[in-house]
Each structure stands twice: as C-alpha cells, then as structure tokens.
C-alpha cells in the first residue's frame, strides 16, 4: 500500500498527539506513557530557561549593563515588561521550532508547565490574553500553538481572556521597523464589545521584533487594560 507523504503525516501527527512516540529534539524512541515530556532526559537536560539578570523591560539577559538593556533606554514601549522563557538558539529553539513549525503538539502541556510556574510567580491573578491568529490558519494548519497553550493554562486554572482580533494583512517580513509597526498595529484591534482585563497577560510564543506584542498592547490599553506584560515561550 502507498501512503501519500500528506497521509502518513498526518498519522504520525495523530499518534504524536495521542501520545509522544518518539523525542521531540533527537528522534530516540521514547516509551509512551501519558503525561511524560516528548523529550528524551539527555534533550531535556539541554533546555536551560534565561536564568541570569534580566532587563526588567524586555526580559532579556543582561550582559554588564544595570537596569535597562542599552535597547530599551533607546525606545518608549506600550507593553510593560516581557518575560522570555528562553533564548530563540541552541536546543531551545529547536523545541519552540518543534512545537511552531512542526507541528509536535504533543509538546504544549509541557510548554505549557513552564509557561504557569512563571506566571504564577510573576502575575498571579492577571487574565492571559492570547495573541490571535491571522485569519485563515486555523482552516490552513488545523490548530492554533498559541491558542493550545493558552487552552492548558485554562485547564490548570488561569483566567483566560480572547478580547483581540488579527484582521488579513501583508506579509511583515521584508518591512523596516516603523513600517512594521504601523502594520501590526493596523492588524490587532478588539474584537466588537470586548472589554479587556484590568491587568492582561499576553501570550505568544516566538517574539522577533516585538511589534506584534506592541499592537496588541496598544489596543488592550485603548480598550482599558492597565497593564500588560508579554509571556512567551522564546524571544529570538
Ligand atoms: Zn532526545
Ligand atoms: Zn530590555
């Protein structure tokens, strides 16, 4: 029997999604047992979380500087504090590519551990508020990685709150900063009659330039969030 490439991958993705077969880093075989990480120990061991000094605006490790990274001295931001897991590089990357690219949902109650233990040491009591999907990748990809995660830290108690919309837009990637901007901030709006929570904790899970977590920052705070810090899985 043929087995079109499409088929089998669904397959693997169903029994990925059923139980993790395989490791999401290495390929080693991996016994299935419900709730066990999709990481062999030796992959596992290689995740090392930001542990050093962080800037306290934008999350990342700071080399010798005090206070403020020399980035955020130079910028005015909408978003409060962002708060990384993890550095995009290394074996990290590779697990939050994993999980983005690849499709290993397998991964998101793990990631979705680590995303709680620093939520509920850093904001206890604020609503998670997930950045939304472009129109259309639900209907193209069949899920929404932020979206799952979001899902696991309903089940484990956080609140949740869906207030934003992403409208269509145009690519990003080929723009400049300030053209980037202003087309994110054309792309994140409230949805009609939504209220935003006082306090909002957004989710996502790659930042590259930040100018996502930026415009929906901006329409949170139009809308009457107070605060909003950013929690993602990885700041590239
Ligand atoms: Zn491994
Ligand atoms: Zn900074």
């Not at 043929?2 to 490791?23: E, G, K, Q, T």
């Not at 066990?36 to 000094?53: N, T």
């Amino acid at each position: 029997m043929v087995i079109l490439p499409a088929a089998r991958r669904a397959f693997a993705l169903a029994l990925d999604f059923a139980l993790p077969v395989s490791c999401a880093l290495c390929g080693r075989a991996l016994e299935p047992r419900r709730g066990a990480p999709p990481l062999c120990p030796s992959c596992r061991a290689l995740l090392r979380p930001i542990a050093g000094r962080r800037c306290p605006r934008c999350g990342e490790e700071l080399s010798s500087e005090e206070g403020l990274c020399m980035d955020c001295r130079a910028r005015e931001r909408v978003l409060d504090e962002a708060y990384p897991l993890f550095r995009f590089s290394g074996a990290c990357k590779d697990l939050v590519s994993a999980y983005k690219f690849r499709d290993r949902r397998s991964l998101a109650p793990f990631l979705a551990e680590l995303l709680a233990a620093a939520a509920e040491r850093l904001w206890p009591d604020w609503s998670i508020v997930p950045v939304p999907p472009r129109p259309g990748k639900l209907r193209e990809r069949g899920w929404d990685q932020v979206e799952r995660l979001a899902r696991e830290l309903e089940g484990r108690g956080f609140a949740v709150a869906r207030p934003l919309e992403r409208l269509g837009s145009k690519q990003q990637k080929r723009l400049g900063r300030e053209a980037r901007l202003a087309n994110a901030r054309a792309a994140y709006r409230l949805k009609e009659g939504a209220t935003p929570p006082e306090l909002a904790l957004l989710l996502d899970d790659v930042v590259t330039t930040g100018a996502t977590a930026e415009a929906c920052a901006a329409a949170l705070k139009a809308g009457g969030s107070r605060k909003v810090s950013l929690l993602i899985l990885a700041a590239d």
